[in-house]
Nanobody, 120 residues
Framework: VQLQASGGGLVQAGGSLRLSCAAS????????MGWFRQAPGKDREFVAG?????RYADSVKGRFTISRDGAKNTVGLQMNYLKPEDTAVYYC?????????????????WGQGTLVTVSS
């Protein structure tokens, strides 16, 4: 399975962006789909995931929304009220498990990343 993330770009603080991730092969409904991000000099961190449950990092709750379209084999991340600290490379990932995990090493497939830059 290959994942292709898109939708990153430059946006002013307070603005919105929508990321999308397309899978090359069928992502079964019981797979967990997640978004992670990595800022320069920092570790990769969990942003949002949807499997048996939907989970968000505390830093994005109320601002970001993850969604999946089984028919189109895609997962999206709607990001509103963006802050400069949201600046990072965003990665989509898929785990062959239904339990929504926040641990990067429990994800089996990764996309190439898309850069989000939020200016102040």
């Amino acid at each position: 399975v290959q994942l292709q993330a898109s939708g990153g770009g430059l946006v002013q603080a307070g603005g919105s962006l929508r990321l999308s991730c397309a899978a090359s092969a069928r992502i079964f409904s019981w797979y967990t789909m997640g978004w992670f991000r990595q800022a320069p000099g920092k570790d990769r961190e969990f942003v949002a995931g949807t499997g048996s449950t939907t989970r968000y990092a505390d830093s994005v709750k109320g601002r970001f929304t993850i969604s999946r379209d089984g028919a189109k084999n895609t997962v999206g991340l709607q990001m509103n009220y963006l802050k400069p600290e949201d600046t990072a490379v965003y990665y989509c990932a898929s785990a062959r498990q239904s339990t929504t995990t926040v641990e990067p090493n429990e994800y089996d497939y990764w996309g190439q990343g898309t850069l989000v830059t939020v200016s102040s």
